[in-house]
């Protein structure tokens, strides 16, 4: 199951992405926000996040205007790996490298071709494990240190 959400700024990317998302036979949630009423981005942020965080969903996508406030939201829940990414390179990296849970795009930022495509990346690459588990421990470290 993926977790899906927005702000008004990033709904009609949404929209886009479930469309996608059902064409490739994939299961989602919609968290909101459901309409362009302008609201807040860390209240939908904040609901995919905790869906990914108590893995009631195994991987998030968030859409908001830059892809920036929502990925800032996101990496304040424990357990979070929360992947802006602007291109294809990045999308599938944050998966090989850093086994990133979340990923968001910036409706003003990047065209809805690129956003698909990395969808796409982001949900069919494994995590790489080897080198790169090591660092996420580290990351995992640092979580356990800093957040209650
Ligand atoms: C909304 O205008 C905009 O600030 C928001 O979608 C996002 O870009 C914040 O990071």
Same mark, same amino acid.
């Given at each position: ?14 929209? %886009? ?17 459901? !309409? ?10 904040? %609901? ?38 602007? !291109? ?15 990923? +968001? ?11 698909? !495509?990395?969808? !796409?990346?982001?949900? +069919? +690459? ?11 421990? %580290? ?8 957040? %209650?």
């Amino acid at each position: 199951m993926i977790a899906i959400g927005c702000d008004h700024a990033g709904f009609n990317v949404k929209q %886009k992405i479930m469309e996608h998302l059902t064409e490739k036979g994939y299961e989602y949630k919609d968290y909101g926000t459901y !309409d362009l009423c302008s609201c807040d981005y860390p209240d939908y942020a904040l %609901k995919v996040a905790n869906a990914v965080a108590k893995h009631e969903c195994e991987k998030g996508i968030i859409v908001c205007g830059t892809g920036i406030g929502v990925s800032i939201v996101a990496n304040k829940v424990k357990g979070i790996r929360c992947a802006h990414c602007t !291109d294809t390179f990045s999308a599938k990296a944050c998966r090989e490298h850093n086994d990133a849970n979340i990923i +968001t795009f910036g409706d003003r930022i990047s065209g809805i071709g690129v956003i698909l !495509d990395c969808v !796409d990346l982001f949900l +069919t +690459t494994d995590f790489a494990g080897g080198r790169h588990s090591k660092r996420v421990d %580290k990351i995992k470290q640092i979580e356990d240190e800093n957040f %209650k």
